[in-house]
Nanobody, 127 residues
Framework: VQLQASGGGLVQPRGSLRLSCTVS????????IGWFRQAPGKEREWVAT????????YYTDSVKNRFTISGDNAKNTVYLQLNSLEHEDAAVYYC?????????????????????WGQGTLVTVSS
C-alpha cells in the first residue's frame, strides 16, 4: 500500500497549486482520503477530507472557499486545489487514508483517525 503526494512547490501569495495524492494497493471506492499540513514548529493540522462512501467533502474553516478536494477513482488519485494562497498556508502537505466505513465526522480532524500516510509535499508561499 502506498500513498504518493506530489505537486508542491514555490508560489507567490494569491497564487495557486494543485496537489495530487495517488494511491496504490487500496481503492478510492473504499478509502476516504484526507489532507493534513504541518508548518515548522507547529502541530500537524487537518485541511480537508473526501469521503469514499458518498463523495462528501469537509474543510477546515481557514481554507473554505479557497481549497477544493476532489477525487478521480479511475486514476486512484485525490486532488487538493489550492487557490488564493497565503503565507500561512506554507507547510508540508500530507495525504492520509482511512477505510470509508470507519470515517467519523466527529474525529475527522484527528490524525489518529487515519491509518495510512504518504510522504509530504512542500508548499512554499513567498514573493
Amino acid at each position: 500500500v502506498q500513498l504518493q503526494a506530489s505537486g508542491g512547490g514555490l508560489v507567490q501569495p494569491r497564487g495557486s497549486l494543485r496537489l495530487s495524492c495517488t494511491v496504490s494497493g487500496i481503492t478510492l471506492d473504499n478509502y476516504s482520503i484526507g489532507w493534513f499540513r504541518q508548518a515548522p514548529g507547529k502541530e500537524r493540522e487537518w485541511v480537508a477530507t473526501i469521503s469514499s462512501t458518498d463523495g462528501s467533502t469537509y474543510y477546515t474553516d481557514s481554507v473554505k472557499n479557497r481549497f477544493t478536494i476532489s477525487g478521480d477513482n479511475a486514476k486512484n488519485t485525490v486532488y487538493l486545489q489550492l487557490n488564493s494562497l497565503e503565507h500561512e498556508d506554507a507547510a508540508v502537505y500530507y495525504c492520509a487514508a482511512v477505510n470509508g466505513l470507519w470515517l467519523r465526522t466527529s474525529t475527522i480532524k484527528s490524525p489518529l483517525q487515519y491509518e495510512l500516510w504518504g510522504q509530504g509535499t512542500l508548499v512554499t508561499v513567498s514573493s
